[in-house]
């Protein structure tokens, strides 16, 4: 697995003191430019203690390998302004679950919009936890500027590995939700008793299904069924079950195989959201549904275009970015499908919509998330591919692989392992882009 090296550093910890938040900042963009430690808001959270909680869930959920557990490095939370809220998101190490936190209960000013990570530590959880009672509690986002300037440099620093294939997860899971929808929403009480009821098993596996309005478990995958695969991984939700007003259950249509699904609490002023990978052991990185579509040469460039037009709105709206970039509806939502998987946009289910955001790591980590696709192209480029009608030969330094273009199929090990259920592999890649690359010469000639 490929390792990069991110590095925080943070102008200080950040602090709870009294009724004080102070969550600092390194690196990242805002709408005014690159900045090294970005200010993005300064006023009240008017719901603390929910806040709180959601706050230690966010950072549980970052600290935790749930899959083969063993102690490791934590990643940062990452936090997006937009002028309404903020977003705070963080991923497991084990790139299995998504964590989010949408904070509306704010008031205060909106000093820049944009993407930054935020310094989580030992000490401010331990006073995180002792936040309770209704007052207020005052937040910054970003290092006080008076304060700054007294310093001569970082003295918090951090060095943390993050594999390409977390890296990959955390950008792809908002392409796997964008094709989520709503299973099931259960009102405060039923939604704990459900919550509470479930197996608390690391390793279960249980579907659910709406019962008029309630959920019940049921034996397997049916019409309108939710797939949990390792229940014991939504208990960072169990904390924040004293504010829930309502839970929401999200998920593609049921099948017979085991699929991710989201899970959203609704709290009072945010909603705390959780995504979760198919099987404990499968994590977001390597799904590959959306590969057939990033593949297209249109697709790029049109992601380009899009990428230019957003300026970390609270939501994306794709009529209006068709109306602004000149680009059908379909494209728009290809060239933001692109964008999601370079993490450059996340997706809010609540909503039903795309969000504005950029990763705050290191640019030329995040532009090579795709690595089939990158593997695919080149073997194009390399006059691997040879196209026979409605099938190919793509030969590898491993043999010719044989690859059926109407049914996707290929004689490669990925294939034989997967069928397909985790997107194409490359050597079906690279001859579909062989197939549309020869459609387009007779085109042209």
Same mark, same amino acid.
């Given at each position: 697995?490929?390792?990069?090296?991110?590095?925080?550093? &943070?102008?200080?910890?950040?602090?709870?003191?009294?009724?004080?938040?102070?969550? +600092?900042?390194? =690196?990242?963009?805002?709408?005014?430019?690159?900045?090294?430690?970005?200010?993005?808001?300064?006023? !009240?959270?008017?719901?603390?203690?929910?806040?709180?909680?959601?706050?230690?869930?966010?950072?549980?959920?970052?600290?935790?390998?749930?899959?083969?557990?063993?102690?490791?490095?934590?990643? #940062?939370?990452?936090?997006?302004?937009? =002028?309404?809220?903020?977003?705070?998101?963080?991923?497991?190490?084990?790139?299995?679950?998504?964590?989010?936190?949408? !904070?509306?209960?704010?008031?205060?000013?909106?000093?820049?919009?944009?993407?930054?990570?935020? #310094?989580?530590? =030992?000490?401010?959880?331990?006073?995180?936890?002792?936040?309770?009672?209704?007052?207020?509690?005052?937040?910054?986002?970003?290092? @006080?500027?008076?304060?700054?300037?007294?310093?001569? =440099?970082?003295?918090?620093?951090?060095?943390?590995?993050?594999?390409?294939?977390?890296?990959?997860?955390?950008?792809?899971?908002?392409?796997?939700?964008?094709? %989520?929808?709503?299973?099931?929403?259960?009102?405060?009480?039923?939604?704990?008793?459900?919550?509470?009821?479930?197996?608390?098993?690391?390793?279960?596996?249980?579907?659910?299904?709406?019962?008029?309005?309630?959920?019940?478990?049921?034996?397997?995958?049916?019409?309108?069924?939710?797939?949990?695969?390792?229940?014991?991984?939504?208990?960072?939700?169990?904390?924040?079950?004293?504010?829930?007003?309502?839970?929401?259950?999200?998920?593609?249509?049921?099948?017979?195989?085991?699929?991710?699904?989201?899970?959203?609490?609704?709290?009072?002023?945010?909603?705390?959201?959780?995504?979760?990978?198919?099987?404990?052991?499968?994590? %977001? +990185?390597?799904?590959?549904?959306?590969?057939?579509?990033?593949?297209?040469?249109?697709?790029? $460039?049109?992601?380009?275009?899009?990428?230019?037009?957003?300026? %970390?709105?609270?939501?994306?709206?794709?009529?209006?970015?068709?109306?602004?970039?000149?680009?059908?509806?379909?494209?728009?939502?290809?060239?933001?499908?692109?964008?999601?998987?370079?993490?450059?946009?996340?997706?809010?289910?609540?909503?039903? +919509?795309?969000?504005?955001?950029?990763?705050? &790591?290191?640019?030329?980590?995040?532009?090579?998330?795709?690595?089939?696709?990158?593997?695919?192209?080149? !073997?194009?480029?390399?006059?691997?591919?040879?196209?026979?009608?409605?099938?190919?030969?793509?030969?590898?330094?491993?043999?010719?692989?044989?690859?059926?273009?109407?049914? $996707?199929?290929?004689?490669?090990?990925?294939?034989? @392992?997967?069928?397909?259920?985790?997107?194409?592999?490359?050597?079906?890649?690279?001859?579909?882009?062989?197939?549309?690359?020869?459609?387009?010469?007779?085109?042209?000639?």
């Amino acid at each position: 697995m490929t390792n990069a090296v991110q590095a925080y550093s &943070y102008a200080g910890p950040s602090t709870l003191d009294g009724s004080r938040l102070d969550l +600092s900042t390194s =690196g990242g963009r805002a709408l005014s430019g690159p900045q090294a430690h970005p200010r993005f808001f300064s006023g !009240l959270i008017t719901e603390a203690a929910p806040a709180a909680a959601g706050l230690l869930a966010l950072a549980d959920v970052a600290m935790t390998r749930y899959h083969q557990p063993r102690p490791g490095w934590t990643r #940062d939370p990452v936090v997006t302004c937009d =002028g309404q809220r903020l977003r705070l998101e963080s991923f497991s190490a084990c790139g299995g679950v998504y964590a989010r936190l949408d !904070l509306d209960a704010l008031d205060g000013e909106v000093l820049d919009r944009g993407t930054t990570n935020v #310094d989580v530590n =030992g000490p401010l959880r331990e006073a995180l936890v002792r936040v309770g009672g209704k007052d207020p509690l005052h937040l910054g986002v970003g290092p @006080d500027e008076l304060t700054v300037t007294t310093l001569e =440099g970082a003295v918090v620093e951090k060095k943390v590995p993050l594999p390409t294939r977390w890296l990959r997860g955390f950008a792809e899971v908002q392409v796997i939700a964008a094709g %989520f929808d709503l299973r099931a929403e259960l009102r405060g009480p039923q939604a704990v008793r459900f919550l509470r009821g479930l197996p608390r098993a690391s390793k279960a596996t249980v579907w659910v299904a709406p019962a008029g309005r309630d959920l019940r478990v049921v034996s397997g995958p049916t019409s309108g069924a939710v797939c949990l695969s390792g229940a014991g991984r939504i208990t960072t939700l169990m904390p924040l079950l004293r504010f829930a007003k309502a839970l929401r259950v999200y998920g593609p249509a049921a099948g017979s195989e085991f699929e991710a699904s989201a899970w959203e609490l609704e709290l009072p002023g945010m909603r705390y959201t959780l995504a979760i990978s198919p099987q404990p052991w499968r994590g %977001f +990185s390597g799904e590959g549904a959306v590969l057939d579509d990033l593949s297209t040469d249109e697709a790029a $460039g049109d992601a380009d275009v899009i990428g230019m037009l957003l300026n %970390f709105e609270p939501s994306v709206e794709i009529g209006l970015l068709a109306d602004r970039s000149g680009l059908s509806p379909s494209r728009v939502r290809a060239a933001l499908t692109q964008l999601g998987t370079a993490g450059r946009v996340g997706y809010d289910l609540h909503e039903a +919509s795309h969000f504005h955001r950029e990763l705050p &790591y290191d640019r030329d980590q995040v532009a090579e998330l795709n690595p089939r696709l990158t593997a695919a192209r080149a !073997l194009v480029d390399s006059g691997a591919v040879r196209l026979d009608g409605s099938t190919a030969e793509v030969t590898t330094p491993g043999g010719v692989r044989r690859v059926s273009l109407a049914e $996707g199929s290929c004689t490669c090990e990925w294939w034989f @392992d997967h069928r397909g259920s985790r997107g194409p592999c490359k050597h079906v890649l690279a001859a579909r882009i062989a197939a549309r690359v020869a459609v387009e010469a007779e085109v042209t000639a």
